[in-house]
């Protein structure tokens, strides 16, 4: 499985992006695939996971009611809607992969085949 994500950008305060995850490759029915994301200087810190079957998802206490994640299955995609955006959510965001249990979700060297990274940079 291959992951890309898009979607990231130059923001003001408040303001929304929705990023996408589009696999290519195997079935992602044995996955759970993350976002995560990494300030400069930083260590890569999760944001929000969902698992392809069934839908099961988590997210870090810093983004949540604020960020959605979300699947379409038809496009092999997975969605982070992001709204209420704050300066300390620029970073750069990746997606990648795992088949961990749920307790490990949060854990970013459980995942692998990350992209290329989408920049977000949120403006005060």
């Known amino acids: 499985v291959q992951l890309q994500a898009s979607g990231g950008g130059l923001v003001q305060a408040g303001g929304s992006l929705r990023l996408s995850c589009a696999a290519s490759?195997?079935?992602?029915?044995?996955?759970?695939l993350g976002w995560f994301r990494q300030a400069p200087g930083k260590e890569r810190e999760f944001v929000s996971a969902?698992?392809?079957?069934?839908?099961?998802?988590r997210y870090a206490d810093s983004v949540k009611g604020r960020f959605t994640i979300s699947k379409d299955n038809a496009k092999n995609t997975v969605f982070l809607q992001m709204n209420s955006l704050k300066p300390e959510d620029t970073a750069v965001y990746y997606c990648?992969?795992?088949?961990?249990?749920?307790?490990?979700?949060?854990?970013?060297?459980?995942?692998?085949?990350w992209g290329q990274g989408t920049q977000v940079t949120v403006s005060s």
């Open positions: 490759g195997r079935t992602l029915n044995s996955y759970t």
């Open positions: 990648g992969k795992t088949r961990i249990v749920w307790s490990e979700w949060i854990n970013h060297k459980q995942y692998d085949a």
């Open positions: 969902i698992r392809w079957s069934g839908g099961t998802t």
